[in-house]
Every structure is written in structure tokens, then in C-alpha cells.
């Protein structure tokens, strides 16, 4: 139900993101981990991408804790803002490709499962 729910910011990112357009990295959307749904998911790197705008305004509380909880379990958090998205997604796509170009680097390899 929620994915035809997707704002205009999530529906461009998403864009982007599937196909694994990115590195040849796989990303689902609005993936349950625990009990919550984070915005888009890639299993292999253990990485949260949320996009945060309107919606989210009375929720800064809310997601702080469930950020903690998830990176608890081991998952890294990138965080964007709608109007980011929206107008530089260049920049978007390299802080994310940036990420896990460095990921892969420290870690050695994809998956840390």
C-alpha cells in the first residue's frame, strides 16, 4: 500500500536507484526491517536511504529513534532532503556512490552479512 504512496522526491530517487543502476547495486523500496519501513533498502551494503520532506516533519522524534534502533543492527543511514532531491539530484547519486565506493573500500567487499 505504501509504495503507491510515494512522494514526488521518493518516485525520482527511485528512479535512479532501481536496476541497480547504481554500482550494479540492488536497492528495494519501502523494505520492513524490524518493525519499520525505511524509504529504500540495499541488503548487500546494510544501507538505509531516507528522503526527508514534508511528510516527515512531525516525525523528527520518531525517526531519530528508530535511526538508533536500526543502526543498532547494524544498518548506515543516508538521509536527504526532499528539495535535494528534487533539485540536485547529481549531488544526490555521488554522496550515495561516494558511500559505497568507501564501503567497499574499508570493508573489502560487498555484503556484511
Request: glycine share 6%.
Amino acid at each position: 500500500k505504501l509504495r503507491n504512496n510515494m512522494t514526488l522526491s521518493e518516485v525520482l530517487l527511485w528512479n535512479e536507484l532501481k536496476q541497480k543502476k547504481i554500482l550494479g547495486m540492488d536497492f528495494d523500496r519501502q523494505r520492513p526491517i524490524l518493525n519499520y519501513i525505511v524509504d529504500f533498502y540495499c541488503k548487500d551494503l546494510m544501507l538505509a536511504i531516507e528522503v526527508d520532506g514534508s511528510s516527515h516533519n512531525n516525525k523528527y522524534e520518531q525517526d531519530k529513534i528508530r535511526q538508533q534502533e536500526l543502526e543498532n543492527e547494524g544498518v548506515s543511514f543516508l538521509r536527504f532532503d526532499d528539495l535535494e532531491v528534487k533539485k540536485d539530484m547529481g549531488n544526490v547519486l555521488l554522496v550515495i556512490e561516494n558511500w559505497i565506493k568507501t564501503e567497499v573500500r574499508i570493508n573489502g567487499c560487498v555484503g556484511r552479512e
